[in-house]
């Protein structure tokens, strides 16, 4: 049979897609869910992706150990049962869930910055607080620095000296500003100002968090760092 000149020949594309493509989809997929996660670790958006891609080479071995196994497992499935039917769909299921759990968590189950801040120090965030403010940033190879400021009551600054274990810092001189560790938030009281400014610290060598707590001499209102290096 022959095809006259102008004629348009279609093929009809049916099955599954190849498998290494289909293997390619699961491991995007993930990157793409990584990033999306560690976006929501920084205060600065473009800063958490510009994180998550350079630390995207840490979601290969993850792949290979985890979702490399079930793609090549539903593959054998498939062909040992003859089936096509959602073959590509069910390779690319595992990573399409943590990409979906990333986008949600991002919307309706955001963590609120009392409760990263109770998760990353231990204690209760202060229960009566005033004109929060806070800047996060770190995940993946990337140290953890929160940095919150808040206006409460003496009772509350001096329970959380108590449960983080805060004492003062002995090398804190009041004359040696960039001595201090932590930095004025944008929308903050500069803490320059502040009478009686006294600077507390829990930095034992059996952990590596780290905490700082800044106050006034009326403990009214304080600046708190919390690290992993």
């Not at 102008?6 to 290494?20: F, V």
């Not at 803490?191 to 610290?201: A, S």
Request: glycine letters at 6%; charged letters at 20%; a neutral charge.
């Amino acid at each position: 049979m022959s095809t006259e000149p102008g004629d348009i020949t279609t093929r009809e594309i049916t099955g599954p897609l190849h498998l290494g493509y289909a293997l390619l989809i699961s491991l995007f997929l993930l990157v793409i869910a990584y990033i999306a996660a560690e976006s929501l670790g920084w205060s600065n958006t473009w800063h958490g992706i510009s994180n998550g891609v350079r630390h995207s080479i840490l979601v290969i071995p993850i792949w290979i150990v985890f979702f490399l196994p079930w793609g090549l497992g539903v593959f054998a499935i498939y062909r040992a049962t003859k089936w096509n039917r959602f073959r590509t769909a069910w390779v690319i299921f595992p990573s399409m869930f943590f990409l979906c759990w990333a986008f949600l968590k991002a919307t309706l189950f955001a963590e609120q910055p009392e409760e990263r801040f109770e998760r990353f120090s231990g204690a209760a965030f202060p229960g009566r607080c005033e004109n929060l403010e806070y800047f996060f940033s770190g995940g993946g190879l990337a140290d953890y620095i929160d940095t919150y400021y808040f206006e409460t009551t003496p009772d509350e600054i001096n329970r959380l000296i108590h449960e983080l274990k805060l004492k003062a810092d002995t090398e804190f001189r009041i004359s040696e500003f960039p001595h201090i560790p932590i930095s004025k938030l944008p929308n903050s009281p500069d803490w320059r100002k502040w009478q009686g400014l006294r600077l507390l610290k829990n930095n034992t060598k059996s952990s590596n968090w780290i905490y700082y707590l800044l106050t006034n001499d009326q403990r009214d209102r304080a600046y708190v760092k919390i690290g992993c290096l």
